[in-house]
């Protein structure tokens, strides 16, 4: 509460002399009023949780140490990923304006012995048209197809207000890594020329597809010779020298090379 206090001088004053007054504002109420006002938008606020991208981990639980680079050839399947380029910039696709990244797989074992036509194919990152899966996206769907329906109908069940986010995060997450369900298990192999955007995009297809079996891993020779016989047949330049690589660094190792080989 304010007061004003009529200071008493001492002596006599004069006549007409103005009277001073002096203002003293108490502002105890203020600070409880403040504290007050501070528990309320405590109490009543809800804090906003912060939107992030919820990714299926690659997981070894229940899983036998000696069982956990073993997977079933019915269930395996190795992508091998590279980038196009125009020179030493990486190729953009004139309609979409995105970077052509190739992806070349295979289901299984390996086929050394090209018995067959499909001992390695080719996909790209194309994604959904008309809401239907299409290029690399559709056959990881088509490998997951009893996580991915069990999948569908949680979301649903969410979007109808039937389980709560927290519920449904959980159910996806125990429903990814069923092992009573036939799940694929996915090798990453990026190539010398891959960019890291590719990476990412095979890291994503995972998380889409809901694949919680899936590693990451450097091409062996097995691939090299499958891409090379893939060359012959298609016509196509797939191994090719490391663009990527600082020229200065090279030019020296291509010159030792020369005078070797003189």
Avoid at 22 to 41: K, Y
Avoid at 132 to 152: D, F, H, P, S
Avoid at 196 to 214: F, P, T
Wanted: aromatic share 6%; charged share 25%.
């Amino acid at each position: 509460m304010a007061q004003i206090e009529q200071s008493s001088g001492g002596g006599k004053k004069k006549k007409g002399a103005q009277k001073k007054m002096s203002i003293h504002v108490d502002f105890t109420p203020m600070v409880d009023m403040n504290m007050l006002l501070i528990t309320f938008f405590m109490l009543c606020t809800t804090m906003i949780k912060s939107q992030t991208l919820q990714i299926v981990l690659p997981t070894n639980e229940d899983v036998k140490k000696e069982q956990q680079s073993q997977a079933k050839q019915s269930e395996a399947i190795t992508l091998i990923l590279d980038t196009e380029y125009n020179g030493d910039k990486p190729r953009v696709d004139a309609e979409t304006g995105k970077t052509i990244h190739n992806i070349y797989y295979y289901e299984g074992i390996a086929d050394t012995t090209f018995s067959t036509s499909k001992y390695l194919q080719k996909e790209q990152f194309i994604g959904n048209m008309n809401h239907e899966a299409q290029g690399i996206r559709k056959i990881l769907l088509n490998k997951n197809k009893e996580v991915m329906a069990e999948y569908t109908k949680l979301k649903e069940q969410w979007k109808n207000k039937e389980i709560t986010k927290e519920e449904f995060e959980q159910a996806a997450k125990k429903n990814a890594s069923d092992s009573l369900k036939t799940r694929p298990v996915v090798v990453i192999k990026p190539g010398p020329n891959t960019t890291y955007e590719g990476l990412i995009n095979a890291i994503d297809e995972m998380n889409i597809n809901q694949i919680s079996r899936y590693s990451i891993e450097l091409p062996t020779h097995t691939d090299t010779l499958l891409l090379k016989h893939f060359e012959q047949q298609s016509g196509e330049t797939i191994i090719r020298p490391t663009i990527r690589t600082n020229s200065r660094a090279a030019a020296p190792a291509a010159a030792e090379e020369e005078e070797t080989n003189s």
